[in-house]
């Protein structure tokens, strides 16, 4: 037995306006992909003022070295860690930052939002090194003589060549912020629904 559906205009009209709005209730409009792109920068935030990885683990202290150069440099010793100018902070939390990345791709049935930062080119592999933590390779983070003077100190005390500089992940969130991102969405997708049952 074979069973055959044809629809009518009327019904074809309503099963693409079903699956038009389907579509729409996954795919972000500008508007909220801001908002939602905002709950993610927050959460970087976070980690920076509370000078801990996405997962609550404390960042590792600054070195005596590190602390000594700072102080030098007129910043304070010890804290904030990783913030001496703000413009890492800034080029993953500030929207309008020459090094912030932000991007929305539609998908079908959904929305990518790429919220993060690229290092600048004065300092490739910044980023990576005070996330992930490994040893220098050049000049420190950029900085010639800085990373010069580095060098000639601790090569004048027997040192390994280079600078081992501990992980302190701040990219990612913690689980409030993932809890906030999520309720952000979640609420953009039932409003979308509400408007969808009316």
Do not use: C
């Given at each position: 037995?074979?069973a055959?559906?044809?629809?009518?205009?009327?019904?074809?009209?309503?099963?693409?306006?079903?699956?038009?709005?389907?579509?729409?209730?996954?795919?972000?409009?500008?508007?909220?992909?801001?908002?939602?792109?905002?709950?993610?920068?927050?959460?970087?935030?976070?980690?920076?003022?509370?000078?801990?990885?996405?997962?609550g683990?404390?960042?590792h202290?600054?070195?005596?070295?590190?602390?000594?150069?700072?102080?030098?440099?007129?910043?304070?010793?010890?804290?904030?860690?990783?913030?001496?100018?703000?413009?890492?902070?800034?080029?993953?939390?500030?929207?309008?930052?020459?090094?912030?990345?932000?991007?929305?791709?539609?998908?079908?049935?959904?929305?990518?939002?790429?919220?993060?930062?690229?290092?600048?080119?004065?300092?490739?592999?910044?980023?990576?090194?005070?996330?992930?933590?490994?040893?220098?390779?050049?000049?420190?983070?950029?900085?010639?003589?800085?990373?010069?003077?580095?060098?000639?100190?601790?090569?004048?005390?027997?040192?390994?060549?280079?600078?081992?500089?501990?992980?302190?992940?701040?990219?990612?969130?913690?689980?409030?912020?993932?809890?906030?991102?999520?309720?952000?969405a979640?609420?953009?997708?039932?409003?979308?629904?509400?408007?969808?049952?009316?």
């Amino acid at each position: 037995m074979q069973a055959t559906v044809e629809f009518t205009q009327e019904s074809q009209a309503r099963w693409d306006a079903t699956w038009r709005d389907l579509e729409q209730l996954a795919a972000l409009g500008k508007r909220e992909a801001a908002l939602i792109a905002d709950a993610g920068r927050r959460g970087v935030a976070r980690n920076f003022e509370r000078e801990e990885s996405p997962d609550g683990t404390p960042w590792h202290p600054l070195a005596v070295f590190t602390q000594r150069e700072r102080t030098r440099l007129g910043f304070a010793a010890q804290h904030p860690i990783l913030h001496r100018t703000g413009d890492l902070l800034r080029s993953f939390t500030e929207a309008g930052h020459p090094q912030h990345v932000y991007e929305k791709i539609d998908y079908h049935f959904g929305t990518l939002l790429l919220v993060g930062a690229r290092d600048n080119p004065r300092t490739p592999g910044r980023i990576a090194l005070l996330n992930a933590g490994g040893v220098t390779t050049g000049p420190l983070l950029g900085m010639p003589e800085q990373g010069r003077a580095l060098e000639r100190y601790m090569n004048r005390g027997g040192f390994a060549r280079g600078y081992n500089v501990p992980a302190r992940p701040f990219v990612g969130w913690s689980d409030a912020a993932v809890a906030q991102v999520d309720a952000q969405a979640r609420a953009v997708v039932n409003q979308r629904v509400e408007r969808a049952g009316r």
